[in-house]
T-cell receptor, first 115, second 112 residues
Framework: DQQVKQNSPSLSVQEGRISILNCDYTNSMFDYFLWYKKYPAEGPTFLISISSIKDKNEDGRFTVFLNKSAKHLSLHIVPSQPGDSAVYFCAASTYNAGNNRKLIWGLGTSLAVNP | SQTIHQWPATLVQPVGSPLSLECTVEGTSNPNLYWYRQAAGRGLQLLFYSVGIGQISSEVPQNLSASRPQDRQFILSSKKLLLSDSGFYLC???????????FGPGTRLTVT
């Protein structure tokens, strides 16, 4: 049962335009959501997060929007640059049985930004 | 600042051979440590996590084991590798109670 879903395996965008990556979740107990960027053969890099009590968080070119009623979040990259080409993972934070934090991951969306 | 190291970067091992992957973290104390695997074309699967020395929790039953002999050292092991153990192994750390996890560069394991 996939609790965090990224329904678009890939996305292609022109340089300078907006990239919108989407993520849906099923568990209303998630209290934080995170986005990571991953290049091939490297570890994921943390990009931005948002608390479930917020609806928007912005950091430079990256903005994450959260719609709790729809259980949906999105990452906006404006303007998109060729160096943004990577796989983007959505993750949700909750607690395990031992009361330790754990991340539940989506399967990722591969973004290609074309010059 | 904190740094996380993993080695080796790549490894090719025959079926039935042992495995030892090491991860160390610098610049922090008492981190939570994690081992993940990413199979080809798939997402990140949490294998083990540790909240302290000698404390290991397994998320999925498998052919692998983990140990934490020191505060900032996390080791992933196997006595006998299977073909299905091939994948990209990632170590991560987080501060206690923190949400964000920070990843190492990963180890590409190919079992032949």
């Amino acid at each position: 049962d996939q609790q965090v879903k990224q329904n678009s395996p890939s996305l292609s965008v022109q340089e300078g335009r907006i990239s919108i990556l989407n993520c849906d979740y099923t568990n209303s107990m998630f209290d934080y959501f995170l986005w990571y960027k991953k290049y091939p053969a490297e570890g994921p890099t943390f990009l931005i997060s948002i608390s479930s009590i917020k609806d928007k968080n912005e950091d430079g070119r990256f903005t994450v929007f959260l719609n709790k009623s729809a259980k949906h979040l999105s990452l906006h990259i404006v303007p998109s640059q060729p160096g943004d080409s990577a796989v983007y993972f959505c993750a949700a934070s909750t607690y395990n049985a031992g009361n330790n934090r754990k991340l539940i991951w989506g399967l990722g969306t591969s973004l290609a930004v074309n010059p | 600042s904190q740094t996380i190291h993993q080695w080796p970067a790549t490894l090719v091992q025959p079926v039935g051979s042992p495995l030892s992957l090491e991860c160390t973290v610098e610049g922090t104390s008492n981190p939570n440590l994690y081992w993940y695997r990413q199979a080809a074309g798939r997402g990140l699967q949490l294998l083990f996590y540790s909240v302290g020395i000698g404390q290991i929790s397994s998320e999925v039953p498998q052919n692998l084991s983990a140990s934490r002999p020191q505060d900032r050292q996390f080791i992933l092991s196997s006595k006998k590798l299977l073909l299905s153990d091939s994948g990209f192994y990632l170590c991560a750390w987080s501060a206690d109670r923190a949400v964000e996890q920070y990843f190492g560069p990963g180890t590409r394991l190919t079992v032949t």
